[in-house]
């Protein structure tokens, strides 16, 4: 087919609407009429285009947290870990003297009872020691032992190459540019943790 045709039928409703309408006088009228019309549907695709894209964020960050627990899998197959989220636990609490049990679950955005688990493991294994809070009677303070430090020293060259294998065919500029956005939109989420949207996401787009 010519692309002159094409174009033809693809001017032909327009023309349809040009004629029905009151602003119908002449080519210049019309001109003025489609271009209107062609950027108002150029409007409305990208708007589109936009809202499908912001959709498919999910699905790929879903995709790719995946992969990351593939990776991982094989990194810890010889450590006395086994998930990320030890891995996670361990390294949160490799930076620092001792914490809170509550707040460390509360760092990694874990419901109580996985990060419960995720602690219980930790300990079982001796990569954790706990003890009463001297300020907080109700309050129990974790930290990082001996053996977790060297276990934490051991893995971290695996999990290193878990990072090169997520960065995949990416630049030093493109993986510089991502680590910047993700960032940007981590700090936005961490902003709406305390707003309650039980009954809808609304409240989140306020």
């Known amino acids: 087919m010519k692309k002159s045709f094409e174009l033809l039928t693809a001017l032909l409703p327009i023309i349809e609407e040009y004629e029905t309408s009151s602003e119908a006088t002449d080519i210049t009228g019309f001109l003025k009429f489609a271009s209107s019309k062609t950027n108002q549907t150029v409007a409305r695709n990208f708007d589109a285009a936009m809202q499908m894209r912001a959709n498919q964020l999910g699905f790929f960050i879903n995709y790719l947290f995946k992969f990351t627990k ?4 094989t990194a810890l197959m010889n450590s006395t ?13 490799g930076r ?3 914490i809170r049990k509550v707040d460390l679950i509360k760092q990694n955005m874990m419901e109580t ?7 219980k493991r930790l300990i079982k294994s001796a990569l954790v020691s706990e003890f009463d809070d001297t300020e907080d009677r109700r309050a129990v303070r974790l930290k990082i032992t001996d053996a977790g ?18 960065a995949g065919n990416l630049s030093e500029q493109e993986i510089v540019q991502l680590h910047s956005l993700l960032e940007k939109l981590f700090d936005h989420h961490q ?6 949207f039980s009954e809808g996401l609304d409240v989140l787009l306020a």
Do not use: C, H, Q, W
């Open 81 to 93: 870990i086994s998930t990320i989220d030890d891995f996670v636990f361990l390294a949160s609490l």
């Open 149 to 166: 430090k060297k276990e934490l020293f051991s893995i971290f060259n695996e999990m290193n190459k878990v990072g090169k294998v997520l």
């Open 191 to 196: 902003t709406l943790r305390n707003i309650d």
């Open 70 to 73: 593939g990776y991982t899998k």
């Open 96 to 98: 620092e003297e001792s």
């Open 113 to 119: 009872p996985s990060g419960v688990e995720v602690i």
